[in-house]
């Protein structure tokens, strides 16, 4: 077999068999089949795409690539929950401890972030101590101790993903829906959990700018996720403006912490008590989504949800107490408020501009290598259908770097759009697919 023959027939529209996409991705993870030759082919699936056949062989490949993990010395259920990406998605920070708290076991995988903000695990070493680099049996024992871990990917989990992940983002590959569905789903089902609940996004801060593209990657995962046996729920939610209100790694992390207060952003409850249902009901703890609902309020109410979140932060070495007091997480030295140029409503917000505003403020990498800044972002104030006066406060940027501030400034005035008219509310959630 030859790549060049590969290339060339799928750049000419042919389907590639099981035996050609194996041979590609081992030939690849190995070494054996140079960059170039490979982003010749990312780039003719691109623009022939996949069949559902081709998909589901790639993501099997890219998923035996390394270790599967084997979860089965955990007791019961194992759901695992994967988000396509956003500006401001703190889910896993709230949302983990919440089910956990209702004896969901969670055993999740987290990466650090390339892009706006940083990843889960660089949100969550916003606890000074708190590390995610567990061997195997502390993950597996943190689960059955306290019901909840969260470990770094580690490097021979689907190692043929990260690779071309890394590949596709530098040749303008990435947003082709088999590539994304075969690249998500092999990390979770190489990751071991017994049921899948995925977060996809929609929106202009999302890889899916429409709803219609949206629904077909959910549909395309929750497809590959069933042919591998695996329980698999997507929901689809909005990023057409940033979840919640704080955008920005310690904020985010004050974010989930208010919402496990039971004071979070009305989108941001929405959004974890649709997913935490799912996570619940896939579990097997209800058999309908109001009475798993009803389990993750009161887990909010009655503080174990919160007491979940300082368990798990303490046993994976971090300082609990910042739970109790998150005004102690890190903080910027500048507050700068930006302020509405105009009175009217809020008709729309570039939701990856504010992304790019925390971006250059330092919350997050511009190549693998940069530092992030944990205390930096901003704080918006004013959301889409919300009125504002002139001169009333749009958001508050955290910085530590006057000319950054600026600079981000002048983008997130640029990002909003304010008129005269109330916009309609759009629902947040889209749609489920299972
Ligand atoms: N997230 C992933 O893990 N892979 C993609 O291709 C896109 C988003």
Redesign the pocket.
């Known amino acids: 077999m030859r790549m060049y023959d590969i290339i060339m027939k799928k750049r000419n529209g042919g389907e590639l068999t099981k035996e050609e996409i194996r041979f590609f991705i081992e030939g690849y993870t190995k070494g054996d089949i140079p960059d170039y030759q490979v982003s010749a082919l990312m780039m003719a699936i691109y623009f022939q795409k996949m069949t559902e056949r081709e998909t589901y062989e790639l993501t099997m490949a890219m998923a035996d690539s390394g270790e599967r993990l084997d979860l089965s010395a955990i007791h019961g259920i194992k759901v695992d929950k994967h988000s396509?990406?956003g500006v401001g998605d703190k889910t896993s920070l709230a949302l983990t401890p919440m089910v956990a708290a209702c004896g969901i076991p969670v055993a999740k995988m987290s990466g650090r972030g390339l892009g706006h903000t940083g990843g889960t695990i660089d949100k969550l070493e916003s606890f000074p101590g708190f590390s995610t680099a567990l061997t195997t049996e502390q993950f597996i024992e943190n689960v059955n101790i306290i019901g909840i871990a969260i470990m770094g990917q580690t490097a021979d989990l689907a190692p043929a993903d990260k690779k071309l992940?890394a590949l596709?983002d530098v040749t303008a590959t990435?947003d082709n829906m088999s590539?994304?569905a075969s690249?998500?789903m092999s990390?979770k089902l190489a990751a071991g959990a017994d049921a899948i609940v995925l977060d996809v996004k929609t929106g202009s801060g999302a890889?899916m700018k429409n709803e219609q593209d949206a629904k077909a990657l959910a549909e395309e995962m929750v497809k590959i996720g069933k042919n591998a046996g695996r329980k698999t729920i997507a929901v689809i939610s909005d990023m057409d403006q940033p979840l919640g209100y704080a955008v920005g790694n310690a904020l985010e992390v004050e974010e989930a912490i208010e919402t496990l207060k039971g004071k979070g952003p009305e989108d941001f409850v929405e959004l974890c008590l649709t997913l935490g249902s799912r996570m619940l009901l896939a579990g097997g703890k209800t058999d309908t989504a109001e009475e798993a609902v009803e389990m993750l309020k009161r887990v909010i109410e009655d503080g174990s949800a919160l007491k979940k979140l300082a368990e798990f932060v303490k046993t994976q070495g971090g300082d609990e107490t910042l739970v109790y007091h998150p005004e102690l997480l890190p903080k910027a030295s500048v507050q700068k408020e930006v302020l509405s140029p105009r009175e009217g409503y809020i008709s729309r917000i570039i939701c990856d501009e504010v992304g790019i505003c925390s971006l250059i403020l330092g919350g997050g990498r511009e190549t693998k290598e940069s530092e992030i800044d944990l205390s930096v972002g901003l704080v918006l104030q004013k959301k889409v259908g919300d009125y504002v006066k002139a001169g009333e406060i749009l958001a508050v940027i955290h910085a530590n770097d006057e000319d950054k501030a600026k600079e981000a400034e002048r983008r997130l005035l640029a990002a909003y759009t304010i008129g005269d008219e109330k916009p309609e509310k759009q629902p947040f959630i889209k749609a489920i697919v299972q």
């Open positions: 396509t990406g992940y596709r990435v590539l994304i690249s998500i990390k890889f």
